[in-house]
Structure formats: structure tokens, C-alpha cells
């Protein structure tokens, strides 16, 4: 294990940017073999618009299982 020195850095982001570039490769590689399941969202939008995509991507998962009553539509 690393020791801690504060700094509120953990051991992901002390890796070198080749480490993160394989890490996101396979992550992916893993939505685009499973895109029933995964869904890549652009990160460089508004904090906003990632909430929008999140909120009506969760709600199209899980429209089977969502309360038409709950007041929610797609």
C-alpha cells in the first residue's frame, strides 16, 4: 500500500497517463461489446447536460420497472 501523505491524491491518479489511456481503452471496448448494458457519456459537456443524459438513459433502462404515477416521462 501507498502511505497516505494527505494530499487527497489516491493511487489512480498517481499513475502515469498510459495507465489511464488502457484503462479507458478497455472500459470502451467493454460498452461497445455490451451496449445493452453500457452507455459512454462525453464528460467535456456541461455538468448539466451529463445529468440530462445520465437522468434519460437510467429512465430508458429502467422504464419496465418505473410507476407511470411516479410523474415521469421520456
Not at 28 to 53: T, Y
Amino acid at each position: 500500500r501507498l502511505k497516505s501523505d494527505n494530499s487527497g491524491e489516491d493511487r489512480f491518479e498517481s499513475l502515469d497517463v498510459s495507465f489511464h489511456d488502457r484503462l479507458r481503452k478497455g472500459y470502451l471496448e467493454i460498452a461497445k461489446q455490451n451496449p445493452s448494458r453500457c452507455v459512454v457519456v462525453d464528460a467535456g459537456q456541461s455538468v448539466e447536460k451529463i445529468a440530462d443524459v445520465l437522468f434519460e438513459n437510467t429512465l430508458k433502462k429502467f422504464s419496465d420497472v418505473i410507476p407511470a404515477k411516479a410523474g415521469i416521462h421520456l
